[in-house]
């Protein structure tokens, strides 16, 4: 049990539409990383929130967006979906800067369809 | 750009036996590197982080090295069980974003019993 809960676990949207996933973080960590994780694939980096900062992106459009909010939770918004959006959302919470432990919630299974 | 490769993708060992799986990475100014543990469907459960400065880190019957120099790390498992039947994934924590991961697909481990 990591302490980092995420919301919904599972999620079905029509392409074009627009969804938004909810972390949680664990208790005293400032810094919650976005995950895509394609069937079969390692989880590819999304983006990084840092006391309400973005901390850097990955490669991802701009219809990617985020936010974090002053208790440290996270949404992760994306417009406009298409089916290869279809993927295990993944939220990971730590101390930043401290070179510490990544703490993974359950995941978000949104399919596209 | 870093690259995390793991070998072998898929591994099926009898209960009892000793394994190790391989992670290699491009880049060797990376700032940590941390396995993970992926059951089907689910989040990643974290297993070992070994800090660049370290060289190995143990916990229970798993022991996790890392050469930075050759660019590879080695997760042990000892006396493996059925129970340790999962997804495992190697990911590098590049240096001046520690907590910005970069992943392996994973091996597949099955163990039998």
């Known amino acids: 049990e990591t302490g980092v809960t995420q919301s919904p676990t599972h999620l079905i949207k029509t392409r074009g539409q627009q969804v938004t996933l909810r972390c949680s973080s664990q208790?005293?960590?400032?810094?919650v990383s976005w995950y895509q994780q394609a069937l079969g694939q390692g989880p590819q980096f999304i983006f990084q929130?840092?006391?309400?900062?973005?901390?850097g992106r990955g490669n991802f459009p701009p219809r990617f967006s985020g936010l974090q909010f002053p208790n440290y939770s996270s949404e992760l918004n994306v417009n406009a979906l298409e089916l290869d959006d279809s993927a295990l959302y993944l939220c990971?919470?730590?101390?930043?800067?401290?070179?510490?432990?990544?703490?993974f919630g359950q995941g978000t299974r949104l399919t596209v369809v | 750009k870093q690259e995390v490769t793991q070998i072998p993708a898929a591994l099926s060992v009898p209960e009892g036996e000793n394994l190790v799986l391989n992670c290699s990475f491009t880049?060797?100014?990376?700032?940590?590197l941390q396995w993970f543990r992926q059951d089907p469907g689910k989040g990643l459960t974290s297993l070992l982080l070994?800090?660049?400065?370290?060289r190995e880190q143990t916990s229970g019957r798993l022991n996790a090295s890392l050469d930075k120099s050759s660019g590879r790390s080695t997760l042990y498992i000892a006396a493996s069980q059925p129970g340790d039947s999962a997804t495992y994934l190697c990911?590098?924590?590049?240096?001046?974003?520690?907590?910005?991961?970069?992943f392996g697909k994973g091996t597949k481990l099955t163990v039998n019993p």
């Open positions: 990971a919470s730590s101390l930043g800067g401290q070179g510490g432990e990544a703490f």
């Open positions: 208790s005293g960590h400032n810094t």
């Open positions: 929130y840092y006391r309400e900062e973005e901390n």
């Open positions: 880049d060797s100014a990376i700032y940590n």
């Open positions: 070994i800090q660049s400065s370290q």
């Open positions: 990911a590098v924590g590049p240096r001046g974003g520690s907590e910005k991961l970069v």
